[in-house]
């Protein structure tokens, strides 16, 4: 439940410490011995405990096909892992939370990177989706748990045993109580790869007050780009916490793809044909994926076509729906050498590479008014020019950067005719194809360098906290 509220100003070097000493709804400044109002803390403390019957069924029932709701309520409100309670006295522990797959990708790299230079750290790293879990399990070799539910009792009782060093949160997971805590037990918290949608600044705007108590708490903010800091700074985050250090998700993909290659299946499957790749749709999309597929196997039927939904339980019934239609189609898991059109890729983790072999990239997630766009960056690392769709809300400093450099092409509308044009048009054109993917692959190389720049920062941070005696 990211929602809102707070307390006192957590100490910046230099500064005196201003500590709470009574209950959740007023404290005392040690040194001053004034009142301090934590109205919202105490109000989101009220919401959070009638919100939790209802939240908790409503994840249970969104979870459903990937794990036994009730196991999953259950790790989200037990305790922390026990391997990292036990840990050493004064091992120095950074806990970094990732909501989903786009987030735990760009989170993997930092912690990587964090290991290398600060190997005497242990490293959490915490999800709220199953997919979301099954990823930093598969890519990250550290410990992987759930977040704990942001509910104070819960949140206490994994600081107390974590004891964390920093805690960290990806992009715009803002969790108040997780917030809070820290605070109280002088453990710095810090966002990276800080982003706001336009949606998300309107409603948090109508909660200022709000968010001002949250994000005060907050000690470090590397954001995307300046108009991301610009939104921090209006929602309340402090001035000097604010910093621009550019999008992870560049550094991410050039990290993790720098040693990926086609794979083998792939290039067997295709055999040397075009390849077109349509990555990350989603169901609300369905129609128009399924009409411009047909008709493009149609239109060009030398070409191959794979198709990847953003959530894989939807593959069985696309792959039916085109068999239906006549379609030479069947699912990844099943291929057997068959010369299939058209490809319904069923597994996690395989998209990225997929890439590689494409001719054209067809980035959905952004094809209808309901969805905030999904990452392009992945297929313009391999030189592959990308289409996307009018809604991509959630990336726009992204998109922009590619369109100043030339490297995306965004359809102004999301109809069958517009898209079926513009791939068919690049496919007819191999002269085309290669000039704007060599434009795609610089701007993912020239947007690189946030990564350096994040963790300068978190460094910094921990090291004004331990010199100041802040850090648990």
């Known amino acids: 439940m990211p929602v809102l509220g707070s307390q006192k100003r957590l100490p ?17 400044c040690t040194q001053h011995r004034t009142p301090i109002p934590n109205m919202y803390r105490w ?24 794990i036994a709701p009730g196991r ?110 820290a605070r109280d037990r002088s453990v710095p918290v810090a966002v990276v790869n800080g982003r706001i949608s336009d949606r998300a600044f309107r409603r948090y705007r ?4 709000l968010m001002r108590q949250v994000l005060d708490a907050v000690r470090c903010v590397c954001v995307q780009s300046d108009r991301q800091a610009e939104r921090f700074r209006r929602l309340g985050a402090r001035p000097e916490a604010l910093h621009v250090t550019g ?26 044909r075009p390849l077109v790749v349509f990555g990350s749709w989603t169901a609300p999309e369905w129609s128009l994926l399924r009409d411009t597929v047909t008709a493009l196997a149609r239109q060009v039927p030398e070409a191959r076509f794979l198709v990847a939904p953003r959530h894989i339980e939807v593959a069985a019934e696309w792959t039916d729906a085109w068999r239906a239609q006549g379609l030479p189609v069947g699912r990844r898991t099943a291929w057997q050498g068959e010369d299939w059109t058209v490809m319904v890729l069923d597994t996690l983790g395989e998209l990225a590479a997929c890439y590689a072999g494409a001719a054209v990239a067809v980035v959905g997630g952004s094809f209808h008014a309901s969805q905030a766009g999904h990452n392009p960056i ?30 995306v092409q965004v359809l102004p509308t ?39 720049r994040t963790l300068a920062h978190l460094e910094a941070l921990t090291e004004a906290c331990r010199r100041d005696g802040v850090t648990s």
């Open 247 to 272: 999008n992870l998700k560049f550094d991410a993909v050039i990290r993790r793809m720098t040693q990926a290659r086609v794979p083998d299946w792939l290039d067997r499957w295709r055999a040397g």
């Open 414 to 452: 999301g109809t069958a005719e517009a898209l079926q044009t513009c791939v068919r048009d690049l496919l007819r054109a191999p002269e085309r194809q290669a000039v704007w993917g060599q434009q795609a692959r610089r701007v993912v190389l020239q947007q690189g360098g946030a990564l350096d």
């Open 72 to 181: 999953y309520l259950r790790l989200r409100l037990q305790g922390p892992p026990a391997e990292l309670s036990d840990r050493p006295p004064g091992q120095p522990l950074l806990w970094l939370h990732a909501v989903s797959v786009g987030e735990v990708l760009t989170a993997v790299p930092l912690l990587q990177a964090w290991s290398e230079r600060h190997p005497d750290w242990a490293v959490l790293l915490t999800t709220v989706t199953p997919t979301g879990h099954a990823v930093a399990r598969r890519h990250w070799g550290g410990l992987v748990a759930y977040l704990p539910m942001d509910l104070a009792p819960v949140v206490r009782r994994w600081l107390d045993r974590l004891r964390p060093t920093l805690v960290g949160t990806v992009e715009t997971e803002i969790w108040p109580n997780l917030f809070w805590q």
């Open 12 to 28: 910046t070097p230099g500064l005196q410490t201003c500590r709470p000493v009574l209950g959740a709804g007023w404290g005392f």
């Open 378 to 407: 992945e297929p313009a690392w391999w030189g592959v020019p990308v289409v996307i769709g009018p809604f991509h809300r959630d990336f726009v400093d992204v998109v922009e950067a590619f369109q100043a450099g030339g490297g």
């Open 206 to 209: 109508r909660v200022g007050p």
């Open 43 to 66: 109000i989101y403390q009220v919401l959070s405990y009638a919100a939790a019957p209802f939240y908790g069924l409503g994840l249970g029932w969104s979870v459903r096909r990937h």
